[in-house]
């Protein structure tokens, strides 16, 4: 059971991106206006609407040790369509909603959060300052780092039939899905057509 404020995710948050080599850009903490986070690394822009699993026990209208099924379902659709707001602004976005690592609330949000991976939202499962999980559509990985997005767009990939180092950019990117849904791998095709397999890290 991981039991953390808004502020808390967000601040736990923010340590993990910056040790990933992420800025900072924006932060508004409580009822401050605009997104929770937002982040830049190599040309990327991550923006991030997190949830907590309480209340602050500050508030006069905290009456609970740990929100509901129905709060954090309301509050889930909240971050969605704040989110998808920013995202239709800028395309290129990349939106996250970030909530504690908790097992209730994944549970809670289990068949929405499916479809939510269908939008191209990242949900980052949040346990500490130095761990958090990163669930998309098609992989779950343990560090934002390893989703082929999150690389440099100058990231130099070697094609041997080519024998020509293109930037990542130069490649097209698919994911390969196993039998029964799980991510394989990413299939990358150069200029020429060549493909290549490229694994998670």
């Known amino acids: 059971?991981?039991?953390?404020?808004?502020?808390?995710?967000?601040?736990?948050?923010?340590?993990?991106?910056?040790?990933?080599?992420?800025?900072?850009?924006?932060?508004?903490?409580?009822?401050?206006?605009g997104p929770d986070l937002v982040a830049s690394k190599e040309g990327y822009r991550l923006l991030v609407e997190a949830k907590g699993s309480k209340g602050n026990p500050k508030s006069h209208v905290t009456?609970?040790?740990?929100?509901?099924?129905?709060?954090?379902k309301d509050h889930f659709g909240k971050a969605i369509v704040k989110i998808l707001e920013e995202k239709n602004k800028d395309p290129e976005l990349i939106v996250a909603i970030a909530q504690p690592d908790d097992e209730?609330?994944?549970n809670v949000l289990q068949s929405s959060s499916d479809e939510v991976?269908?939008?191209g939202v990242l949900l980052l499962w949040v346990e500490s300052a130095t761990k958090v999980s990163v669930d998309s559509l098609n992989q779950k990985e343990t560090r934002i780092g390893a989703l082929p997005e999150?690389?440099?767009?100058?990231?130099?990939?070697?094609?041997?039939?080519?024998?020509?180092?293109?930037?990542?950019?130069?490649?097209?990117?698919?994911?390969?899905?196993?039998?029964g849904g799980w991510f394989d791998c990413w299939e990358l095709t150069c200029k020429k057509g060549h493909k290549i397999e490229m694994e998670r890290i």
Do not use: A
């Not at 948050?13 to 409580?30: A, F, P, R, S």
């Not at 009456?63 to 954090?72: E, K, V």
């Open 1 to 33: 059971m991981v039991i953390l404020l808004e502020e808390e995710v967000v601040e736990n948050l923010c340590i993990w991106l910056m040790e990933h080599n992420w800025t900072i850009v924006e932060k508004n903490l409580g009822h401050k206006h």
């Open 63 to 72: 009456t609970r040790p740990r929100f509901n099924s129905g709060q954090i």
């Open 104 to 106: 209730y609330i994944k």
């Open 117 to 119: 991976r269908k939008m």
């Open 150 to 179: 999150f690389y440099p767009k100058d990231y130099p990939i070697y094609c041997r039939e080519c024998q020509t180092e293109y930037n990542l950019s130069e490649w097209s990117v698919k994911s390969i899905i196993e039998e």
